[in-house]
């Protein structure tokens, strides 16, 4: 019974980790990938050109990042670990706004507050982000705009 208990706590464990690895490398992934499709489009290089190996890759990566955090925010219930569920609300808020997907980054947000003071620290980090990204859209359309 005892070792039982031990295997699923190791199991568990090695889960959380493989999980935060996971995350990290996906964020860090689409990060230079959105670098190098915004250099592209700066030398006005077809994007589309970009290897489909490697975007391929990369889908994979950022797939098994968020299926492994969505899969331990879903056992929160029956979880005492909050600071656990706090970073993978984080991490896959940080992939979302990778992947430009910000309604589902508001959404962690949201979520995030729910984890006291440090959560809402993390929330407004993301959506600072957020804010600045879109403050540069706005502007870089109203250059675009003044230019013509």
């Not at 929160?76 to 910000?102: C, Q, S, T």
């Not at 006291?116 to 993301?126: N, T």
């Amino acid at each position: 019974m005892k070792l039982g208990f031990l295997s699923k706590l190791f199991e568990g464990v090695l889960s959380i980790e493989k999980t935060y690895n996971d995350c990290d490398k996906a964020i860090s992934r689409l990060g230079a990938y959105n670098e190098r499709i915004a250099e592209m489009r700066e030398n006005n290089e077809d994007v589309d050109s970009f290897p489909a190996d490697e975007k391929a890759e990369l889908d994979k990566i950022v797939d098994r990042a968020v299926e492994g955090a969505t899969r331990l925010v879903k056992m929160e219930p029956g979880r005492d670990w909050p600071g656990v569920f706090r970073e993978m609300h984080k991490n896959l808020a940080n992939i979302y706004f990778e992947l430009h997907e910000y309604d589902k980054v508001r959404e962690e947000c949201e979520t995030l507050h729910s984890y006291g003071k440090v959560g809402q620290q993390d929330a407004e980090e993301v959506l600072q982000k957020l804010s600045d990204k879109e403050n540069n859209k706005v502007d870089s359309l109203e250059e675009a705009q003044s230019a013509v």
